[in-house]
């Protein structure tokens, strides 16, 4: 028994000590398990090259679908099978499907992206929020095991992108000169810019006509301001006097002589120092991050250089009341005296403005008091009824006019390019009638309004003027639009630089025609015993034929002032100066 024993003992030290063919043995053993290993490495780097394949495919269809955000749903399921992903089904926000062997899940998400460095990344991207400017594409669909099918179920590959494409254009609202009068132009100027201003017709028809590179004008105007190594937003954080944003925009390269002369004689005329906020003249949004000199591709930004300049001045007023005596410079009128109240653009809104769909830019409320008298009837010695000094007291208040950027569309690049403005033209108020002095600046209460003395009847007999009738008055019309109206701007139309008007709807009648048609009057007698009610039939037709016969004159008047200052009564005009598509970009 020991003998067997100790025998089995040595043998199995033999077989341990034995070396040969060792490796045929490990080799038999190790096989199997390291050709498993090879076929998970295998599907694993399968897996992996998928996914990246999928997420190319991905970052394609959202780059795609933040180019033509108004149909991005149709441009992902565009790109995704042209990439080989045909059969895919459409997963809405909340809802959760799972992907099939046959097909995938996608889920297209619009909404904003801002690229704020103070915003944290993932925040940066808000789902459904308007106006859309990026669209977020997920895509689920399952991965192909070669090995490893018959032993696990194929995982599940997810890839995300979102996408962003900033399309903008350069717009401002406002109101151009329908005709030009150089006296009036002069005096009211002159009370805006605080100088003795002497231009001529053919001076205001070039700056009228002259455009002004926007972004010149501010690399002149950082060189007034001795500004350097900044960006064009840091230049319009700063404030300048009218002067130097006159002196800045004679400067500019391109300019036509004439305007440029005029320019400089309008910068060396104005005594007003009231340095202005640049901001609200000139908002140049993502533009204004490049820094002077440096030009965005494919937008221009322009502006007209008397609009320009008027918007500088009327800020530069602030809320300050500007009288102008027009004397007998108007035709058909004895006197004419004027006093101009202009008030802020609400929410501290540009004139001028380069930015996304949701961009708004507004004009400034203005008030004007205007006041016209006439005499008429015979002033000889040896008597007669005499109309004299008949008063028309013209009081209208125009709010803000608004233009705002809805949508810029290429559809097929940039010569199909559309830029729609929703554009609304200012509530206009008028009054024929006596208002209050002490509130005719301050825009954060209406204005007060009592009857005027219209005229006074009076006999002349020899030397002596003996007053019959006293007649009073006043009068009310407003015009009103509170639907805004869509303006359409194609390519040619932004290359023209071409001026769309939106007016109110019910504007049927002049201004003052309208209020003179309404005019309700009462008469005093001055104790002479006379029929006050057979006395009103008979003046009142009198008056109103007499009003009538200078109403043409102060519609003109009323609309250069106004159209001067920017805004028109019961109109809005816009134009666009330039506009690019945006390049599509992966954000995330």
């Known amino acids: 028994m020991m003998s067997i024993k100790g025998g089995l003992m040595a043998a199995t030290r033999r077989l341990l000590a034995d070396r040969s063919a060792n ?66 089904a459409v997963q809405q926000q909340g809802a959760n499907v799972a992907p099939t062997a046959t097909k995938a899940v996608v889920q297209i998400v619009p909404g904003r992206y801002t690229g704020v460095s103070t915003i944290a990344t993932g925040s940066r991207f808000e789902a459904g929020k308007l106006p859309y400017n990026a669209v977020q594409v997920s895509l689920k669909k399952q991965g192909t095991l070669y090995f490893a099918g018959s032993i696990m179920a194929p995982p599940t590959l997810g890839t995300a992108a979102i996408a962003s494409a900033q399309p903008q254009a350069a717009f401002s609202v406002g109101s151009r000169l329908a005709s030009l009068n150089g006296g009036i132009l002069n005096a009211l100027l002159g009370g805006l810019l605080g100088g003795n201003i002497s231009l001529s017709v053919m001076d205001y028809n070039s700056l009228v006509s002259a455009d002004v590179d926007v972004l010149s004008f501010t690399d002149a105007l950082a060189t007034q301001l001795h500004l350097t190594g900044v960006s064009y937003s840091d230049v319009l954080a700063s404030k300048a006097t009218i002067g130097q944003i006159a002196t800045a925009m004679a400067n500019v390269p391109g300019l036509d002589h004439t305007a440029k002369i005029a320019l400089q004689t309008l910068a060396s005329s104005a005594t007003n120092n009231v340095k202005i906020p640049l901001s609200t003249l000139v908002d140049l949004g993502s533009v204004g991050s490049l820094g002077l000199g440096q030009k965005p591709a494919g937008l221009s930004v322009d502006a007209s250089a008397l609009s320009m300049l008027t918007a500088a001045a009327a800020l530069a007023n602030g809320t300050n009341q500007v009288a102008v005596n027009l004397g007998a410079t108007i035709p058909g009128l004895t006197s004419t005296t004027l006093s101009i109240a202009i008030g802020e653009p609400m929410q501290n809104s540009a004139w001028l403005a380069v930015g996304e769909a949701g961009t708004v830019v507004r004009t400034a409320q203005t008030r004007i008091k205007l006041n016209a008298s006439v005499t008429v009837g015979n002033s000889n010695l040896g008597g007669g009824i005499n109309l004299l000094a008949v008063n028309l007291p013209l009081n209208i208040e125009v709010a803000y006019a608004e233009a705002k950027l809805t949508d810029i569309n290429c559809p097929t690049g940039p010569s199909s390019m559309k830029v729609s403005i929703a554009a609304q033209p200012g509530v206009v108020e008028a009054h024929l009638a006596d208002s209050s002095a002490s509130g005719f600046a301050d825009f954060t209460k209406p204005q007060s309004f009592s009857d005027a ?13 003996l007053n019959l009738l006293q007649i009073k008055g006043s009068s009310a019309f407003s015009i009103t639009n ?34 003179v048609n309404n005019l309700s009057l009462s008469v005093n007698a001055l104790g002479l015993g006379l029929d006050v009610t057979a006395l009103l039939g008979a003046v009142k037709p009198a008056v109103t034929t007499l009003f009538n016969g200078v109403t043409a004159p102060v519609d003109d008047l009323v609309y250069n002032v106004l159209g001067a200052l920017g805004v028109h009564v019961g109109e809005a005009d816009v134009r666009v100066t330039g506009a690019t598509c945006g390049r599509s970009v992966l954000v995330q």
């Open 23 to 88: 490796f045929a043995v490990m080799t038999a053993l190790c096989t199997p398990v390291a050709l498993a290993l090879t076929a998970f490495a295998i599907d694993e780097g399968s897996l992996y090259n998928e996914r990246r394949a999928a997420q190319s495919i991905v970052d394609l269809a959202a780059i795609t679908a933040a180019s033509n955000i108004t149909n991005a749903r149709q441009a992902v399921l565009t790109t995704l099978a042209d990439n080989g992903i045909t059969s895919v």
């Open 482 to 515: 509170m639907a805004p109206t869509n303006l359409t701007f194609n390519a040619t139309d932004i290359a023209n630089k071409a001026i769309k008007t939106v007016s109110t709807k019910n504007l049927t009648q002049s201004l003052t025609t309208s209020l």
């Open 453 to 465: 003395e219209i005229a006074d009847v009076s006999l002349k007999l020899l030397l002596i003027n």
